[in-house]
């Protein structure tokens, strides 16, 4: 059973414009969530990441909300640009008690001119 | 760039064969991680370590075994190669304290 999922497999999105990328999870116990990025022939680099103590976590055009009652979180890429092509995946963990995170499948974004 | 570094970075393997990929860290961090990324599946754990010799299952772990004799590198072994086994394979490591894994450049391996 998919504890983390992202269910759009691809985005398609205009250049300039907001990207949306989105994540649920279904284990109550995960209180810490990543974001990775992944180009083709590359490993993943880890984005951004939140804890569940917050509902919002920023840094430059990048922003992670969390919305812990429907157990969502989103990435929202602003203004989008021609390199945030890529897959992006979601991951989660429990603080202080495991040493694993589990990614979801990822979602393609293609940022169009 | 994390320190880390797989090899081979591209393998073509038959079907049956003993195959050992390697990962290697500069960063003397406690954690490393094998994944292995399909279409479909995203990434999924094969195995981790958390120190030398200290080793435990991922949720695909079957048909693998890994060997960590010193920290700087953690070694993934597929005793009989299958085709099911054709794959993209990262290793990932992460220090103590700290929840962000961070990615080798990644060993496509293909079993015909």
Known sequence: DQQVKQNSPSLSVQEGRISILNCDYTNSMFDYFLWYKKYPAEGPTFLISISSIKDKNEDGRFTVFLNKSAKHLSLHIVPSQPGDSAVYFCAATVMNRDDKIIFGKGTRLHILP | ?112
């Open chain 2, 1 to 112: 760039d994390a320190g880390i570094t797989q090899s081979p970075r591209h393998k073509v393997t038959e079907t049956g064969t003993p195959v050992t990929l390697r990962c290697h860290q500069t960063e003397n961090h406690r954690y490393m991680y094998w994944y292995r990324q399909d279409p479909g599946h995203g990434l999924r754990l094969i195995h981790y370590s958390y120190g030398v010799k200290d080793t435990d299952k991922g949720e695909v772990s079957d048909g693998y075994s890994v060997s960590r004799s010193k920290t700087e590198d953690f070694l993934l072994t597929l005793e009989s190669a299958t085709s099911s086994q054709t794959s993209v394979y990262f290793c990932a490591i992460k220090d103590v304290g700290g929840y962000e894994q961070y990615f080798g450049p990644g060993t496509r391996l293909t079993v015909t």
